[in-house]
């Protein structure tokens, strides 16, 4: 289940959206979740939808990867979509004691579902697979140049959050190799019920603590010796520009945000 997991794993290639500029694709992507949110009915989740089995197909990232990186969230996903089915009054379907099923609150479920995993999918394929780290924290720091004259620490932040992200797959794989070492030497993380799991999951925070720690020592260190100091005389081996594939995909989404707002109205 842990190496399921492939929040912040960058995925080089040469496609369109490989190409895309950063600051770009972080807009899209926005726009991408208004549009999820403000998508009723068929129409406007079928827009959805078609959107982002194009960006899959144009950004040729394996489709086993995606369905693998949904695994872990597979429960949140069924979970909010039960509640909804539970909760949402309307037409009765079934009704069992207290519980009831109606027409309306199925429609909810499966729509809910639906918005929760194209969410996910579309901004990993828009944003972590397709963007290395240096080119997402030069599209933040543009994007949040303007709050500089507020004196916000704009360099820092995009840096954090990009060291952040990174730091996922590196501590996920960290964990895998923790947990498979104790499992070696008897350890059992699978058997008994669900406070016994969580308390054979203990043992492994203080090395992967450790770990963490470690990583980040040597990381500042690194730093350090190839002479950061921030985003003050900071240069920069690719200017980010705007080119005419990045016009036409904003023209694109826009065209897309349109029409899910019109089905919707209408």
């Given at each position: 289940m842990i190496k399921d997991i492939t929040l912040g794993q960058y995925f080089p290639g040469e496609s369109v959206i490989h190409r895309i500029d950063p600051r770009v694709k972080i807009?899209?992507?926005?726009?991408?979740?208004?549009?999820?949110?403000?998508a009723k009915g068929p129409i406007g989740y079928g827009i959805c939808l078609a959107a982002l089995i194009y960006m899959i197909a144009v950004?040729?990232?394996?489709?086993?990867?995606?369905?693998?990186?949904?695994?872990?969230?597979?429960?949140?996903?069924?979970?909010?979509?039960?509640?909804?089915?539970?909760?949402?009054?309307?037409r009765i379907l079934v009704e069992f004691w207290i519980l009831r099923i109606t027409y309306e609150g199925i429609e909810t479920a499966i729509y809910?579902?639906?918005?929760?995993?194209?969410?996910?999918?579309?901004?990993?394929?828009l944003l972590t697979y397709t963007t290395s780290p240096i080119m997402l924290t030069d599209g933040i720091e543009h994007?949040?140049?303007?709050?500089?004259?507020?004196?916000?620490?704009?360099?820092?932040?995009?840096m954090m959050m990009t060291i952040a992200l990174r730091f996922i797959p590196t501590l996920i794989e960290e964990t895998d190799k923790i947990m498979s070492a104790q499992?070696?030497?008897?350890?059992?993380?699978?058997?008994?019920?669900?406070?016994?799991?969580?308390?054979?999951?203990?043992?492994?925070?203080?090395?992967?603590?450790?770990?963490?720690?470690?990583?980040?020592?040597?990381?500042?260190?690194?730093?350090?010796?190839?002479c950061y100091r921030g985003s003050v005389g900071r240069t920069r081996l690719k200017v980010l520009k705007m080119q005419p594939l990045d016009y036409i995909a904003i023209c694109v989404s826009l065209v897309l945000c349109v029409s899910i707002i019109l089905s919707a109205v209408m």
């Open positions: 807009i899209l992507t926005l726009a991408y979740i208004v549009m999820l949110f403000v950004s040729k990232i394996s489709l086993r990867i995606i369905l693998r990186s949904m695994k872990p969230l597979l429960f949140i996903i069924v979970f909010t979509a039960i509640l909804n089915m539970f909760y949402i009054p309307g809910m579902a639906l918005r929760i995993a194209m969410l996910i999918s579309g901004t990993f394929v994007l949040l140049n303007p709050l500089k004259k507020l004196k916000f620490p704009v360099h820092e932040l995009a499992k070696a030497r008897g350890a059992d993380f699978e058997s008994g019920n669900l406070i016994n799991r969580a308390r054979a999951l203990v043992p492994i925070l203080v090395p992967l603590f450790i770990s963490a720690f470690r990583r980040a020592d040597e990381l500042a260190v690194a730093m350090e010796c190839r």
